[in-house]
């Protein structure tokens, strides 16, 4: 019983499996809604849509998603720094993800 006072995770079999679908699925959802508006940016996905309109559809699902990324996607720009900004915005999700699966073997 002290073990569940003193973390509470603990305190029921059902609450970190539930804490964790829920923090998995929210990341699904921000990692998504970014990588569409970079695929976008790369010509890969979504033509027949601008990418300000592909940007401003996701908008409600990336909620600080208020950078450098965010000017290139409603500028309508096109060229190499659009495609730069996508591939950056790619690799460092990618990292990310990479980073937070191989945390545990450290």
């Not at 923090?23 to 996905?45: E, N, P, Q, W, Y």
């Not at 559809?57 to 965010?70: M, N």
Request: hydrophobic share 55%; net charge neutral.
């Amino acid at each position: 019983m002290l073990l569940a006072t003193a973390n509470p995770l603990n305190a029921s079999e059902l609450i970190f499996p539930t804490l964790e679908v829920l923090h998995i699925a929210g990341f699904a959802v921000l990692v998504g809604t970014i990588a569409m508006v970079d695929f976008r940016l790369l010509g890969l996905g979504l033509k027949r849509q601008k990418v300000s309109e592909v940007a401003r559809d996701l908008g409600p699902w990336i909620v600080f998603h208020y950078t450098v990324h965010r000017r290139i996607t409603l500028s309508e720009a096109n060229g190499f720094g659009t495609k730069a900004v996508a591939c950056t915005s790619l690799a460092l999700w990618v990292g990310i993800v990479f980073g937070g699966i191989f945390i545990a073997f450290d």
